[in-house]
Protein backbone atom coordinates (compact mmCIF):
# COMPACT_ATOMS: atom_id res chain seq x y z
CA UNK A 1 0.00 0.00 0.00
CA UNK A 2 1.37 3.69 -0.70
CA UNK A 3 0.88 5.91 1.46
CA UNK A 4 0.10 9.50 0.84
CA UNK A 5 3.23 11.86 1.38
CA UNK A 6 2.70 14.47 4.13
CA UNK A 7 3.91 17.98 3.67
CA UNK A 8 5.06 19.43 7.26
CA UNK A 9 8.06 20.11 9.49
CA UNK A 10 8.35 19.55 13.12
CA UNK A 11 10.19 22.65 13.56
CA UNK A 12 7.16 24.92 11.62
CA UNK A 13 4.60 22.87 13.75
CA UNK A 14 6.59 23.53 16.90
CA UNK A 15 6.62 27.44 15.97
CA UNK A 16 3.07 27.26 15.36
CA UNK A 17 1.89 25.46 18.33
CA UNK A 18 4.77 26.72 20.91
CA UNK A 19 2.43 28.69 23.23
CA UNK A 20 -0.27 26.20 23.43
CA UNK A 21 -0.72 25.44 27.01
CA UNK A 22 -3.65 23.07 26.70
CA UNK A 23 -1.39 20.08 26.42
CA UNK A 24 -2.92 19.04 23.19
CA UNK A 25 0.55 19.82 21.12
CA UNK A 26 3.67 17.74 22.74
CA UNK A 27 7.13 17.41 21.66
CA UNK A 28 9.53 14.40 22.84
CA UNK A 29 12.81 15.61 24.46
CA UNK A 30 15.73 16.02 21.71
CA UNK A 31 18.17 13.39 20.89
CA UNK A 32 15.91 10.53 22.95
CA UNK A 33 15.15 8.60 19.74
CA UNK A 34 17.48 7.12 17.00
CA UNK A 35 16.05 6.84 13.78
CA UNK A 36 16.31 3.37 12.30
CA UNK A 37 14.04 2.88 9.44
CA UNK A 38 14.32 4.04 5.56
CA UNK A 39 12.10 7.22 6.22
CA UNK A 40 13.06 9.43 8.40
CA UNK A 41 10.07 11.50 7.57
CA UNK A 42 6.45 10.45 8.42
CA UNK A 43 3.75 11.09 10.36
CA UNK A 44 0.35 9.18 10.97
CA UNK A 45 -2.65 8.99 13.26
CA UNK A 46 -1.28 6.63 16.88
CA UNK A 47 -2.68 3.38 17.81
CA UNK A 48 -0.22 1.87 20.46
CA UNK A 49 1.19 -0.97 22.58
CA UNK A 50 2.35 -1.13 25.98
CA UNK A 51 4.65 -4.50 26.83
CA UNK A 52 7.74 -5.54 28.65
CA UNK A 53 10.38 -7.50 26.97
CA UNK A 54 7.14 -9.32 25.02
CA UNK A 55 6.53 -8.48 21.69
CA UNK A 56 3.81 -10.46 21.34
CA UNK A 57 1.13 -7.01 20.86
CA UNK A 58 3.91 -5.63 18.33
CA UNK A 59 3.58 -8.69 15.98
CA UNK A 60 -0.09 -8.70 16.28
CA UNK A 61 -0.29 -5.18 15.89
CA UNK A 62 1.95 -4.86 12.51
CA UNK A 63 0.20 -7.99 10.97
CA UNK A 64 -2.92 -6.16 11.01
CA UNK A 65 -3.38 -3.37 8.24
CA UNK A 66 -1.97 -0.05 9.78
CA UNK A 67 -4.00 2.50 7.39
CA UNK A 68 -1.31 4.86 7.83
CA UNK A 69 -1.39 4.72 11.40
CA UNK A 70 2.32 5.08 13.47
CA UNK A 71 2.52 2.57 16.19
CA UNK A 72 3.80 3.67 19.25
CA UNK A 73 5.16 0.89 21.78
CA UNK A 74 5.97 1.68 25.35
CA UNK A 75 8.53 -0.76 26.12
CA UNK A 76 9.24 0.57 29.47
CA UNK A 77 12.68 1.96 28.09
CA UNK A 78 14.00 -1.80 28.13
CA UNK A 79 17.10 -1.58 26.76
CA UNK A 80 17.50 -5.69 27.57
CA UNK A 81 15.48 -7.21 24.36
CA UNK A 82 14.18 -6.26 21.38
CA UNK A 83 10.78 -5.44 20.08
CA UNK A 84 11.21 -4.96 16.55
CA UNK A 85 13.56 -6.45 13.83
CA UNK A 86 13.37 -7.06 10.28
CA UNK A 87 10.63 -9.79 9.78
CA UNK A 88 8.12 -7.56 12.00
CA UNK A 89 9.52 -3.90 10.14
CA UNK A 90 8.72 -5.91 6.95
CA UNK A 91 5.35 -6.88 7.83
CA UNK A 92 4.04 -3.48 9.29
CA UNK A 93 5.43 -1.88 6.24
CA UNK A 94 3.55 -4.55 4.04
CA UNK A 95 0.43 -3.97 5.86
CA UNK A 96 0.71 -0.36 5.33
CA UNK A 97 1.72 1.32 8.76
CA UNK A 98 3.60 4.56 8.07
CA UNK A 99 5.88 4.01 11.38
CA UNK A 100 6.53 2.26 14.54
CA UNK A 101 8.37 4.47 17.58
CA UNK A 102 9.64 2.50 20.04
CA UNK A 103 10.28 3.05 23.14
CA UNK A 104 12.86 -0.18 23.64
CA UNK A 105 15.09 -1.67 21.21
CA UNK A 106 15.08 -3.07 17.67
CA UNK A 107 17.47 -5.22 16.46
CA UNK A 108 18.71 -6.33 12.68
CA UNK A 109 19.51 -2.84 11.89
CA UNK A 110 20.68 -3.42 7.98
CA UNK A 111 17.18 -4.91 7.73
CA UNK A 112 15.31 -1.83 8.80
CA UNK A 113 16.98 0.93 7.10
CA UNK A 114 15.89 -0.82 4.08
CA UNK A 115 12.67 -0.87 4.66
CA UNK A 116 9.91 1.51 3.62
CA UNK A 117 8.78 2.58 7.15
CA UNK A 118 9.70 5.33 10.17
CA UNK A 119 11.66 3.32 12.80
CA UNK A 120 12.61 5.54 15.63
CA UNK A 121 13.91 3.64 18.77
CA UNK A 122 15.92 4.39 22.16
CA UNK A 123 18.46 1.99 20.76
CA UNK A 124 19.43 -1.54 19.45
CA UNK A 125 20.24 -4.60 21.04
CA UNK A 126 20.69 -8.53 19.30
CA UNK A 127 18.22 -10.22 21.91
CA UNK A 128 15.11 -10.95 21.20
CA UNK A 129 11.83 -11.27 23.40
CA UNK A 130 9.98 -14.41 25.11
CA UNK A 131 6.71 -14.13 22.91
CA UNK A 132 4.18 -15.31 25.74
CA UNK A 133 1.10 -13.34 24.82
CA UNK A 134 1.70 -9.96 27.17
CA UNK A 135 1.00 -6.70 26.48
CA UNK A 136 -1.61 -4.18 26.03
CA UNK A 137 -3.44 -2.54 22.70
CA UNK A 138 -4.97 0.34 22.34
CA UNK A 139 -3.79 2.20 25.91
CA UNK A 140 -2.77 5.66 26.61
CA UNK A 141 0.90 5.45 27.27
CA UNK A 142 3.95 7.57 28.80
CA UNK A 143 6.94 7.42 27.19
CA UNK A 144 9.75 10.21 26.57
CA UNK A 145 10.16 11.43 29.92
CA UNK A 146 6.36 11.52 30.95
CA UNK A 147 4.65 12.26 27.46
CA UNK A 148 1.27 11.30 27.42
CA UNK A 149 0.70 9.33 23.85
CA UNK A 150 -2.81 8.44 23.31
CA UNK A 151 -4.63 6.40 20.22
CA UNK A 152 -5.94 8.67 17.68
CA UNK A 153 -2.93 11.03 18.56
CA UNK A 154 -1.27 12.30 15.68
CA UNK A 155 2.75 12.06 15.68
CA UNK A 156 4.88 14.02 13.23
CA UNK A 157 8.57 13.09 13.03
CA UNK A 158 11.80 14.55 10.78
CA UNK A 159 15.11 14.63 11.14
CA UNK A 160 14.64 17.53 13.99
CA UNK A 161 12.20 15.72 16.21
CA UNK A 162 9.03 14.47 17.20
CA UNK A 163 5.67 15.90 18.47
CA UNK A 164 2.46 14.81 18.88
CA UNK A 165 -0.64 16.57 18.98
CA UNK A 166 -4.75 15.43 19.68
CA UNK A 167 -5.51 16.91 16.56
CA UNK A 168 -4.32 16.92 12.77
CA UNK A 169 -1.68 19.46 12.26
CA UNK A 170 -0.94 19.19 8.24
CA UNK A 171 -4.42 20.68 6.95
CA UNK A 172 -4.45 22.16 3.97
CA UNK A 173 -0.54 20.92 3.27
CA UNK A 174 -1.37 17.36 2.56
CA UNK A 175 -0.41 16.95 -1.02
CA UNK A 176 -1.25 14.27 -3.84
CA UNK A 177 0.44 11.62 -4.38
O1 LIG B 1 10.62 -11.53 15.75
C1 LIG B 1 11.00 -10.75 16.64
O2 LIG B 1 10.72 -10.88 17.82
C2 LIG B 1 11.88 -9.62 16.30
C3 LIG B 1 12.63 -9.93 15.10
O3 LIG B 1 13.72 -10.43 15.15
C4 LIG B 1 12.01 -9.63 13.80
O4 LIG B 1 11.01 -8.93 13.76
O5 LIG B 1 12.58 -10.07 12.80
Not at 54 to 64: G, I, L, M, T, Y
Not at 124 to 137: F, N, S, V
Not at 146 to 168: C, F, H, K, M
Request: hydrophobic share 40%.
Amino acid sequence: MSLLPLAFSTCDLCDAHKGDESGAFRVLPGGLYRSYGGHVDFAGPVATVRCLEDNSAVKQAVESPGRGRVLVVDGGGSMKRALLGGNLAAAAAKNGWAGLLIHGCVRDLAELRETELGILSLGHMPLPTERRGQGLADVAVQIGGGVWVRPGDWLYADEDGTVISARPLHGGLLSAP
